[in-house]
């Protein structure tokens, strides 16, 4: 069972950044694929950014394509989102999530582990 614990969330004026962190136990040498999602209130959820942990491919999401970055430290078992530029459209909570294969990596669907989520708000 893989444990996802996110961390940084918190408030940013427009035009700043914010670093959220996704630390996974160390049970997970099976996890394929890590994510980062969103939901802000009264939307669906929906993948921003995605790397494969073998080898590094990243995909994003046009609304943060540019402004975001999702990188991983493989010792540390930890997956980072640097965020630039935010806008108060990026308000929202903000959730670490893994997958045991590579399917369609911005789909919830892939997904089979989750965080609890971190809160970002932007003014």
């Known amino acids: 069972h893989v444990q996802l614990v996110e961390s940084g969330g918190g408030s940013a004026q427009a035009g700043g950044s914010l670093r959220l962190s996704c630390a996974a136990s160390?049970?997970?040498?099976?996890?394929?694929?890590m994510a980062w999602f969103r939901q802000a209130p009264g939307k669906q959820r929906e993948g921003i950014a995605a790397?494969?942990?073998?080898?590094?491919?990243?995909w994003y999401a046009g609304s943060v394509k540019g402004r975001f970055t999702i990188s991983q430290d493989s010792a540390r078992n930890t997956v980072y989102l640097q965020m630039n530029n935010l806008q108060p459209e990026d308000t929202a909570m903000y959730y670490c999530?893994?997958?045991?294969?590579?399917?369609?990596?911005?789909?919830?669907?892939?997904?089979?582990?989750w965080g609890q989520g971190t809160q970002v708000t932007v003014s």
């Open positions: 999530a893994a997958s045991a294969w590579v399917g369609d990596p911005l789909k919830q669907r892939e997904y089979s582990y």
């Open positions: 160390a049970y997970s040498r099976s996890v394929q694929l």
């Open positions: 790397i494969r942990r073998s080898g590094g491919e990243t």
